[in-house]
């Protein structure tokens, strides 16, 4: 049987996370995860301003998502590329996977190259294609009209737009988005959106020119996993129904389901979070929406924040296994359910999703 496609969109700690979790399916599907070229913080905005290369951060924690652990060599390979050095003039803060791909795109000549030979390096199991490789800013215009240029600067911005919302975002210069992604996109037969930070991991990709016809052309369903937290200066306030109508308003259309989390925070973790005002995302959709599955996804697991790095990290992250897990079977159902469409069973032989709506 040939693989199932299944395509992820995004960036950061959230595509890691759900790229792990396919990784364990990969005899089953065809992986290609489409990841934003907006970072221009930490290690990678370094490395960005002394080389002049596109930001490739997002394109190693997606390739060491799906690197190969098959022997201890492979392990150790894949603990190289995330290994943050913490100590050591110029060195300090700096990841060595991202030293690694500036050295591979120096020898070979562009980021493209230097990707596929670090995928073969690392014996990768899937594809990792940058959405566009026009080197390009995020700017994001808000509700009083201030604008914001640089990802680094609408991640960790200033205490005057904590709680402003975001009107507009773009890239400027206007980027392209780069053909391999577009037909990853085309031809999936599940689109994946998340998880991550809504505009500086999610719609970053969004704002590509090219991506919505993109999108708007592939027969494959549409999921959006939700973040779990809301981020300062981007989404506080907002909800599941705030962050269904910004996707559509950037891709033309509302995803086919979105994944919801349900589980219960700790205080202790949500008062850390409550000191910039940031708040569960609840799921507020009414009927009509689109599918809503509200379901716990979140990691038992503590997240352990690696010396040397100095960006602001989650510490509330997804499960990777009930997340894939739970991709799968929607997978599963809508294979199932355009089979039976197409020999023309019976209606209450059409196996589909339960929509669970609620009001928060």
Do not use: W
């Not at 396919?22 to 990841?35: E, G």
């Not at 894949?78 to 795109?105: E, I, K, P, S, V």
């Not at 899937?126 to 566009?132: A, D, E, F, L, Y």
Request: glycine share 8%; net charge negative.
């Amino acid at each position: 049987m040939p693989k199932k496609k299944i395509v992820v969109i995004g960036g950061g700690t959230g595509t890691h996370t759900v790229l792990r979790g396919l990784r364990k399916y990969s005899d089953q599907l065809d992986i290609a995860a489409v990841v934003s070229m907006a970072d221009s913080g930490g290690s990678t905005g370094r490395l960005r301003d002394e080389f002049g290369l596109l930001p490739i951060g997002d394109i190693r924690n997606a390739l060491t998502a799906l690197a190969s652990e098959g022997d201890k060599y492979d392990s150790l390979m894949r603990q190289l590329f995330l290994y943050r050095f913490n100590r050591g003039t110029g060195l300090d803060g700096h990841n060595f996977g991202n030293l690694f791909l500036t050295a591979l795109t120096d020898i070979l000549g562009d980021e493209v190259s230097a990707i596929d030979a670090a995928s073969h390096l690392l014996k990768v199991a899937g594809r990792v294609i940058p959405v566009t490789t026009n080197n390009s800013q995020l700017v994001a215009v808000y509700e009083d009209g201030t604008m914001v240029t640089g990802e680094s600067n609408i991640e960790e911005g200033e205490e005057a737009l904590s709680r402003s919302r975001i009107q507009l975002l773009s890239l400027s210069p206007e980027s392209f988005i780069t053909e391999k992604a577009a037909r990853a996109i085309e031809e999936a037969d599940l689109v994946v959106l998340g998880p991550g930070d809504l505009y500086t991991s999610v719609l970053s990709n969004c704002v590509v020119n090219g991506f919505s016809e993109a999108v708007a052309s592939s027969q494959g369903k549409v999921v959006y996993v939700s973040n779990l937290m809301t981020r300062r200066g981007q989404t506080i306030g907002m909800h599941a129904l705030e962050h269904i109508q910004e996707i559509e308003k950037y891709i033309g259309r509302a995803p086919d389901i979105a994944l919801v989390n349900s589980s219960v925070f700790s205080l202790e973790l949500l008062s850390r979070y409550e000191e910039e005002g940031a708040h569960p995302v609840l799921n507020n959709c009414i009927d009509g929406v689109c599918t809503i599955q509200s379901l716990p996804l979140v990691s038992e697991e503590e997240v352990v924040l690696v010396s040397g790095d100095i960006l602001k990290r989650s510490l509330i992250r997804h499960d990777s296994d009930k997340l894939a897990a739970e991709l799968m079977k929607i997978m599963v159902g809508s294979l199932n359910n355009l089979t039976q469409l197409n020999h023309k069973t019976s209606p209450s032989e059409t196996q589909t999703l339960n929509t669970v709506s609620a009001v928060h």
